[in-house]
């Protein structure tokens, strides 16, 4: 007698519960659920990564396109592969910033915080 009297005020606790999280649950947005449930499972930083990718050419040009490539992006920092130190000198001293911001500029947010570049050991 008494385990039924637990278990029925257990079930009624939980009915209450459920009913207030459907009253607070607001419909979303297929978009939106995708973009936090690849969040939650870490895929959204490989899904900017490739972003980054595809427009790679686009930002630094054919020539250090060539030379380099984006190979890894991590809370804002994108790590980018070149073939040697003089391509890895050119594109940290001279156009880091302006990459950045082209590649913020094309994406349409604030993608990219920092970059550096690691050599290609190939």
Known sequence: MIQLCIGWK???????????????TQPRAVEDI???VMKDIG?????ELN???????DVVGDVIGQNSRPVGFDKGKLTVEVNNMVWKQ???GFHRTAIIAKINRKAGNKLVNRMFCVLNTK
């Open 51 to 57: 972003t980054i990718s595809e427009m790679w050419c």
């Open 34 to 36: 995708l973009k936090t």
């Open 10 to 24: 257990m079930e009624k606790y939980f009915q209450k519960k459920d009913k207030k999280k459907r009253e607070k």
């Open 43 to 47: 895929m959204s930083q490989m899904h």
């Open 90 to 92: 050119e594109l940290e």
